[in-house]
């Protein structure tokens, strides 16, 4: 239940809020209303890489949960862009990603050592992802992405005052 409550706070504090601020464009009402999170570990000697592809969300946050000092060699991120340019981003020890889903993307193999992720998700109601970007006039206002799910898809305006 801890753990379930945790990944709730985390998802509507900041998950949800800074993936409609990056990408307003992609995030409407509902289109990031449910969640799911996991975690990866690479090692020489088990998941030593991620071949590219696109992940089944409309957002994705991606943390490096190694602690400074826990080191380890290759493993970089991968982004590549429309034109087919590959970037590639060192990923280290608690270093946040936050991307598009449909972004493709992959991580190259790790040498030595190991590497921790956690990974979040924002999709839409029964695993709706959408696609096409929202034109201007469409797009959530700067309340609506900063806002809280209150229960029933009802959303309130998070000011970061607590009501005494």
């Known amino acids: 239940p801890e753990l379930l409550a945790f990944r709730k706070m985390l998802v509507d504090r900041y998950v949800r809020p800074i993936g409609r601020l990056l990408f307003p464009q992609h995030i409407g009402a509902g289109d990031d209303e449910e969640s799911f999170a996991f975690t990866i570990q690479y090692t020489p000697g088990g998941d030593v890489r991620l071949d590219e592809h696109r992940d089944a969300s409309v957002v994705t946050l991606n943390v490096n949960l190694n602690l400074p000092g826990e080191n380890y060699t290759g493993s ?6 429309g034109d087919g340019t590959r ?3 060192d990923f280290d020890p608690g270093v946040a990603l936050f991307h598009l889903g449909a972004h493709r993307h992959g991580a190259l193999p790790i040498v030595d050592a190991e590497r921790h992720n956690l990974v979040v998700w924002l999709f839409g109601r029964d695993g709706y992802v ?3 970007p929202y034109g201007e006039g469409a797009q959530l206002t700067p309340e609506e992405r900063w806002s ?3 229960g029933g898809g009802t959303y309130q305006f998070v000011t970061g005052r607590r009501k005494s």
Do not use: A, H
């Not at 970089?76 to 862009?81: E, G, L, N, P």
């Open 130 to 132: 959408r696609m096409t």
């Open 148 to 150: 809280r799910d209150r």
């Open 76 to 81: 970089s991120i991968y982004f590549v862009d």
């Open 87 to 89: 970037r590639t981003f």
